[in-house]
Structures are given as structure tokens and as C-alpha cells.
């Protein structure tokens, strides 16, 4: 059993009652993880699942001539893998950390079985994974419409925000990768936005300097995915 028994890091075991979250604890294992981990590729099987308690997961679809783009994003809200092992198919896309963080690993079979046994950790899968159809909705109507400057300070931002920090590992090729832009194009507006020191850029890192700038200039995707997911994981009343 974990020494942390609350788990409340986790959006979706924070959701849940005590009794709930002392049920499952015991079945989880903490796990550091670190930026460029592969977690899955499309058409393996799920062996493990993943609560994320800090971090990015993201969630990329593979295209025949090689090309990578990012379909989701999985934080600190819900679990990687709940999809695929619910369903008993294997998976379609590839899983990769963009954001070093920590994880609550837990196997397949104890997975299914509090499924099975706890209905309202059901419910709340239920929920999430509603959540993040949504937010791959979003995505495809941020990535049709909204600029690129706007679609890189959401991301940033949101990946702060799941990492719980504002400087993270990131470099220029996988944030290209993640915006389906050239890593020309990121280059340009990250040394823009670090010349009005809304941003810095290191050896593999990006820091964040100016959070209420950067998030001026984020699209509206960002406060549109933060309410759904408050929807989703309601804040509690003070």
C-alpha cells in the first residue's frame, strides 16, 4: 500500500470517496517518469494503466509516411490506458511523455477488477474518459483555426499547469511535433516571445517568466478545456 493513501494529486482519485481511494491503494505503485518514456505504441496491449500525478503524457497519432501528431493530452486529471483496457482492444495510439512527472502504475487485472467491484470508481472512468473525447474535440477545432503563437502558449501553459511548475523539459522538435507546425515556425515565435520576456528558453528547457502574458495570448481552447475539466472534477466548495 502506497504511504500516501489520500492520492488526491490525481484528479480522478481525488474525485472519489475515502473508501474508495483506500480500496484501490493498494494495487498502485508510485513511478517517476521522465520526458521521451514511450509508454505504448499502437498495437500493444495493455499490461498497465497509469493515474498521472504530475507531468504530460501525450497521446500521438501515427500517420503512414512517419509523421506524429498530438491527439490528446493526459495530466494529472485521469489515467492512461482506461480506454483500450475497458474496451479489450489494442491500442491506437502511441503514448509518450513530453513532461517529467510522476505516475500511479496499476496492472490491467486489478484495474478491471475495482471496475467491476467499485461503481463509483466506474462512474468517475466514465466521466473522464467523456472528458477527454472532449478534449480531443477542442483540439481538432484549435488546430483548423487558431494561430500558431496562440496554439504554443496554450500548450505551455497547459503543460505548466500538469506538471505543476512553469519551467519544464521541452524541446523545440517535440513542441513542433505537438503543434503539427515547423520547428522554424516555434523557433520564431519562442525567441519573439522570450525578446518581450514573457518566456526563457534553455538547453531543453522553456520557462515561463510572464504567466498572465503568456496566457493572454493563449487561445481560448485553454479557458475552454479548464472548465470542462471542472465540469468533469468539480472544485470543492470552500
Known amino acids: 500500500m502506497l504511504t500516501n493513501p489520500k492520492l488526491t494529486a490525481n484528479r480522478l482519485l481525488g474525485a472519489l470517496d475515502e473508501a474508495d481511494r483506500m480500496a484501490i491503494s493498494p494495487f498502485l505503485t508510485r513511478e517517476a517518469m521522465v520526458s521521451g518514456h ?3 505504441d499502437p498495437g500493444d496491449t495493455i499490461q498497465q494503466l497509469y493515474f498521472v500525478e504530475s507531468g504530460v503524457i501525450s497521446l500521438m497519432t501515427l500517420l503512414r509516411e512517419g509523421d506524429a501528431v498530438e ?5 494529472r486529471e485521469g489515467l492512461l490506458g482506461a480506454g483500450p483496457a475497458l474496451a479489450g482492444l489494442p491500442v491506437y495510439t ?5 513532461v517529467s512527472g510522476s505516475t500511479l502504475k496499476i496492472g490491467v487485472d486489478d484495474f478491471l477488477g475495482l471496475v467491476n467491484t467499485r461503481p463509483a470508481f ?3 472512468l466514465i466521466q473522464y474518459l467523456e472528458g477527454l473525447a472532449n478534449q480531443a474535440q477542442q483540439s481538432v477545432a484549435c488546430r483548423a483555426w487558431h494561430r ?14 500538469q506538471a505543476g511548475r512553469d ?5 523545440q522538435e517535440f513542441l513542433a511535433q505537438m503543434l503539427a507546425v515547423q520547428r522554424t515556425t ?3 515565435i519562442a525567441g519573439e516571445m522570450q525578446a518581450l520576456g514573457l518566456i526563457q528558453q534553455k538547453r531543453g528547457r522553456i520557462a515561463i517568466l510572464d504567466r498572465p502574458g503568456v496566457e493572454a495570448r493563449a487561445c481560448e481552447c485553454l479557458d475552454a478545456s479548464r472548465a470542462r475539466w471542472n465540469d468533469v472534477w468539480p472544485l470543492p466548495r470552500s
Open 122 to 124: 466506474r462512474r468517475a
Open 38 to 40: 514511450l509508454f505504448y
Open 186 to 188: 516555434v523557433s520564431q
Open 167 to 171: 519551467e519544464i523539459d521541452l524541446t
Open 94 to 98: 502511441r503514448a509518450i511523455c513530453q
Open 71 to 75: 491527439c490528446g493530452m493526459v495530466g
Open 148 to 161: 500558431a503563437e496562440a496554439r504554443f502558449c496554450r500548450w505551455l501553459v497547459a503543460a505548466c499547469d
